[in-house]
């Protein structure tokens, strides 16, 4: 019999996979758990239709997250910190701050995303990764300067 899964079941599938199994395990478990549900031709078809329009939302999403990467790699970013007199940087920049400074340039990006490579306790210049879709990742070019 073959059934659509509506949740993971485990030794099964994933969720929105069609999958074959004994009619009783089906009937008697799977479908009155809420696991799944009797694929007609019908629910196939919804199925199908519902892959396709997921699809699609996910080719829009994925370009717009390219066309972002591409502003954040374009955008060089300034960072003014306080230095002590010997050169050194009082604490050290941190992903809040590196967020601020793209928001204050004009992008969205949430601190959460953004990854450095290093601590950055000195004055220079710096690359931090920004994730901004799932595999979608760009680099901002980091300038450290004293204020």
Do not use: W
């Amino acid at each position: 019999m073959e059934i659509l899964l509506k949740k993971d079941v485990e030794n099964l599938g994933q969720a929105g996979e069609l999958a074959n199994v004994k009619a009783g395990y089906a009937l008697n478990y799977l479908v009155p758990q809420g696991f799944a549900v009797v694929a007609t031709e019908s629910v196939k078809k919804q199925h199908a239709e519902t892959v396709r329009q997921r699809a699609h939302k996910e080719a829009k999403l994925v370009a717009d997250a390219e066309a972002l990467a591409a502003k954040i790699n374009a955008t060089p970013v300034t960072v003014a910190v306080k230095v002590s007199e010997s050169g050194k940087i009082y604490g050290s920049v941190t992903t809040a701050q590196i967020a601020e400074a793209l928001v204050a340039a004009g992008l969205e990006v949430d601190k959460k995303d953004i990854t450095l490579a290093e601590d950055i306790k000195e004055l220079g210049s710096y690359s931090a990764t920004v994730k901004v879709y799932k595999a979608v990742k760009a680099t901002v070019a980091l300038t450290v300067v004293a204020e």
